[in-house]
């Protein structure tokens, strides 16, 4: 059995092409953008913070040196009569310079470590956007272009019945003659002939 379509309106398509294609047009202009941000996001751990706490270690290595420095000379100058002096703000100044290296240290060991996560999530992002694009600029245009397709040949169908439905047959001609009636090729069987126009009778011929 035969399968019939019911089309009830071929603008939706024309309205799903053009959807389509905006669709295709903010998509490709989102990949562009999440590119730009992946870019900054490694170049951000690459080079900023990797940068800033590699300065930020030299800085630490210094300043504990430093105190370590000031704390035997306030030893060396406070000591009284062989008593050990308390030197009790450069014991904490050296605390400080002990925990602000070792942050400096863990961060440094962060920055490796987030680095190739980032990295390997750039790679992966990578590999999604080039098979999204090639989705975008293949199955999606053939989409668009089978979509046109259809309703070219859905309007042309439609066009066809239209005119088949609203066809009238030819008006007659003006001033043409009637047909002529048919004339027995051959006379009854009773002999007698046909009858004369007008209601005339005519006699046969001796």
Known sequence: M???A???????LDITAVAVQRFRAEAAMVLDELQLQMQRSLEWIRHDRKDYWAEELRRSWEGLSAARVQLQQAQVSRRIAGREPACIDEKRALERAKRRLETA????????????????????????????????????????????RMSASLESYTSLGTAAVSGAPPPPVVGAAPEAAAVPKSPPADGALPAAADGETKEPRP
Do not use: M, P
């Open 6 to 12: 019911r089309v009830t309106s071929i603008g939706v």
């Open 105 to 148: 240290e863990q961060k440094v060991q962060a920055v490796k470590q987030w680095t190739q996560v980032v990295e390997r999530a750039a790679d992966e992002f990578q590999q999604s956007r080039t098979q999204f694009s090639t989705w975008l600029d293949t199955d999606l245009v053939q989409a668009v272009a089978a979509l046109k």
């Open 2 to 4: 035969g399968r019939a």
